[in-house]
């Protein structure tokens, strides 16, 4: 059993900052490519920001200089930091992994977590 739990989310003003972070547990290997997606309400999820087991990464632009996606091998565990924080980043969070496919930020993880909120007021 495969499980993604988010945590790290939260209010904040505009220009700080959030470290967001994904448990991952019941692989016996590390995934191949892991990721994390947002949604606004109303929208589709949106691709933020991926990376895979040589830890070559993606961003989508509009979070480029600003957002950091890491993995810890070691503890299982993927994070994003989140800097210089904008109103236009509220959104659900959702962490994904997929254990044999470099999917970059296309949406067709196999796992996904349950998402953790981000609200950045002006």
């Known amino acids: 059993q495969v499980q993604l739990v988010e945590s790290g989310g939260g209010s904040v003003q505009s220009g700080g900052s959030l470290r967001l972070s994904c448990a991952i547990s019941g692989y016996t290997y590390r995934p191949e490519a892991m990721a994390w997606f947002r949604q606004f309400p109303g929208k589709a999820r949106e691709g933020v920001a991926a990376i895979n087991s040589e830890n070559t990464v993606r961003y989508v632009d509009s979070v480029k200089g600003r957002f950091t996606i890491s993995q810890d091998n070691a503890k299982n565990t993927l994070y994003l930091q989140m800097n210089s924080l904008k109103p236009e980043d509220t959104a659900m969070y959702y962490c994904?992994?997929?254990?044999?496919?470099?999917?970059?930020?296309?949406?067709?993880?196999?796992?996904w977590g349950q998402g953790t909120q981000v609200t950045v007021s002006s």
């Open positions: 994904a992994a997929d254990p044999r496919r470099w999917l970059l930020l296309r949406g067709e993880y196999t796992h």
